[in-house]
């Protein structure tokens, strides 16, 4: 089964608006990441927060993590269309090294 | 580029043939992954290396499936007697070891097409 689960499955904004993304997780982790994907390219890491981090910021990336409901959030503020991707999270767990991907969300950004 | 690079970045093979899929890791890494990915889905894991051990399969990774990492650089990932629902982009990532080093690279990703 997924470790992760994306909220929403599909979100689509007008440029300038704000996008939030929730994953939610089943196993204890060491971190949680948060990945971007254009169609049919590789992904690409966006930012990492770690299990005793409650909140992290990069730009315009804000990424939470609640690791008592097992949660995380990314929000992108003043989103562009250049934001317009596949959004990931992926958990590394502490049982072991792998990255367990959820099923993303794909964010359509207008201009 | 030193950078994930995969080859190749296409293929197409017909149901019943072989296919081996190549990934060079950025060098300094010694942990290297496989997972496959179908169009609207995540990537799924399939195996991980650390340096020549492969440590950890997937129970997706049928008998058809092999993965090596020989010298503890280059990895391929064979398929035999391809099935349609191989179709698939198989992606390969490389990550160093250490508490600094929790960012995970990927390649761009081999798309393999089964007629």
């Known amino acids: 089964s997924q470790q992760g689960e994306e909220d929403p499955q599909a979100l689509s904004i007008q440029e300038g608006e704000n996008a939030t993304m929730n994953c939610s997780y089943k196993?204890?982790?060491?971190?949680l990441q948060w990945y971007r994907q254009n169609s049919g390219r590789g992904l690409v890491h966006l930012i990492l927060i770690r299990s005793n981090e409650r909140e992290k910021h990069s730009g315009r990336l804000r990424v939470t993590l609640d690791t008592s409901k097992k949660s995380s959030s990314l929000l992108i503020t003043a989103s562009r269309a250049a934001d317009t991707a596949s959004y990931f999270c992926?958990?590394?767990?502490?049982?072991?090294?792998?990255?367990?991907f959820g099923e993303g969300t794909q964010l359509t950004v207008n201009p | 580029d030193t950078g994930v690079s995969q080859d190749p970045r296409h293929k197409i093979t017909k149901r019943g043939q072989n296919v081996t899929f190549r990934c060079d890791p950025i060098?300094?890494?010694?942990?290297l992954y496989w997972y496959r990915q179908t169009l609207g889905q995540g990537p799924e894991f399939l195996t991980y290396f650390q340096n020549e051990a492969q440590l950890e399969k997937s129970r997706l990774l049928s008998d058809r499936f092999s993965a090596e990492r020989p010298k503890g650089s280059f990895s391929t990932l064979e398929i035999q007697r391809t099935e349609q629902g191989d179709s698939a982009m198989y992606l390969c990532a490389s990550k160093g070891s250490g508490v600094l080093n929790t960012e995970a690279f990927f390649g761009q990703g081999t798309r393999l097409t089964v007629v």
């Open positions: 060098s300094e890494h010694n942990r």
């Open positions: 992926a958990t590394e767990e502490t049982s072991g090294s792998r990255l367990t």
């Open positions: 196993t204890s982790i060491n971190n």
